[in-house]
């Protein structure tokens, strides 16, 4: 069962690994990183030249009614995380999606932000 577990990890890392070597955040173009659990979802602006955070919003951050659905909640958070983006004067970013495919609450959450402003 252990070597399953580590097949399955090594596998995510190549992922993560294959994405992040196309994607660089910058002071003028910081990198939108996603992390999506089962239950959680949650976004930062990285500047990776500095090695900051400029901005997070999480699941925890919006006030969720029992009838909204997770892909919905993750627009939110692509809005909310585009408004303390421009707060901050940054306007154009790049997304990371990590080891996720751009579907579902990953596309939703980048949707939204690109409602609420941010270029990517």
């Known amino acids: 069962m252990k070597n ?3 097949i399955k990890n090594e596998a995510k890392e190549r992922r993560v690994a294959r994405v992040r070597a196309r994607v660089k955040g910058t002071t003028e173009r910081p990198r ?3 992390l999506r659990t089962l239950r959680h979802t949650s976004v930062q602006l990285i500047d990776d030249t500095e090695k900051k955070t400029i901005a997070s919003v999480s699941d925890r951050d919006i006030k969720k ?3 909204m659905k997770p ?3 993750a627009r939110e958070i692509g809005k909310l995380i585009a408004a303390r983006a421009i707060e901050k004067n940054v306007k154009r970013a790049v997304f990371d999606r990590r080891d996720k495919k751009y579907h579902g609450r990953i596309r939703a959450l980048a949707e939204g932000a690109r409602e609420g402003g941010l270029e990517f």
């Open 32 to 34: 939108l990183a996603v």
């Open 4 to 6: 399953v577990q580590r």
């Open 65 to 67: 009614t029992k009838e």
């Open 71 to 73: 892909v919905e909640v």
